[in-house]
């Protein structure tokens, strides 16, 4: 398996200008998560998802951002407009959730915002 | 709210002994662990459940302390290897929310 894929790998982009980072879990997993870390923050859960619905979305951090998964395959996290605040590394991370529980990791998209 | 990891950072030399801390204010389900290195994501070491359980991987273990809301990572005979930033994730009944505690910075030298 490929496992977690997140693109792009890097993004920098000017305040203002909207940003869309994708996710494709791994096959057969039912929940997916999208995570930002930073240094003050640590890692946060941003918002996730089972079986492609979105559960529970309080991390987000305001209208700025929003999540889709419309299909078990593909998940989208767009920030409109972006902020130079929003810089961070985001992850996306998927499970199998009700078996092991654990959480595979993506690689991240470190974005930068100018 | 944030587990709270202990101690922030520690310095080992090769061969010896850490024990990383995980505590919560609340009633605990399980307890994650995960090892991240500089650049990369977080890689799963290993899940406890409710039940006060205890749990091997090589060289690292951990136990949890239900009652007392307190997980600990135990990695003996460092190596070289196990260098990086250790996190504990802790869910409540009832839910696939991971919270995540700040981490414990582990830097093995030779």
């Known amino acids: 398996d490929a496992g977690v894929i997140q693109s792009p790998r890097h993004e920098v982009t000017e305040m203002g200008q909207e940003v869309t980072l994708r996710c494709k879990p791994i096959?057969?997993?039912?929940?997916l998560f999208w995570y930002r870390q930073t240094m003050m923050r640590g890692l946060e859960l941003l918002i996730y998802f089972n079986n492609n619905v979105p559960i529970d979305d309080s991390g987000m951090p305001e209208d700025r951002f929003s999540a889709k998964m419309p299909n078990a395959s593909f998940s989208t996290l767009k920030i409109q407009p972006s902020e130079p605040r929003d810089s961070a590394v985001y992850f996306c991370?998927?499970?199998?959730?009700?078996?092991?529980?654990?959480?595979?990791f993506g690689p991240g998209t470190r974005l930068t915002v100018l | 709210q944030q587990p709270v990891q202990s101690p922030q950072a520690v310095i080992l030399r090769e061969g010896e002994d850490a024990v990383i801390n995980c505590s919560s204010s609340?009633?605990?389900?399980?307890v994650h662990w995960y090892r991240q290195k500089h650049g990369e994501a977080p890689i799963f070491l290993m899940i406890?459940?409710?039940?006060?359980e205890q749990k091997g991987h090589d060289k690292i273990s951990a136990s949890f302390n239900e009652k007392k809301q307190q997980s600990s990572l135990y990695l003996t005979a460092s190596q070289l290897s196990y260098s990086g930033t250790y996190f504990c994730?802790?869910?409540?009944?009832?839910?696939?929310?991971?919270?995540f505690g700040a981490g414990t910075r582990l830097f093995v030298k030779a």
């Open positions: 994730g802790t869910r409540v009944t009832g839910g696939f929310k991971t919270i």
């Open positions: 609340k009633a605990l389900y399980s």
């Open positions: 096959s057969g997993h039912n929940s």
């Open positions: 991370a998927s499970s199998l959730e009700g078996q092991t529980n654990e959480q595979f």
């Open positions: 406890l459940l409710k039940g006060g």
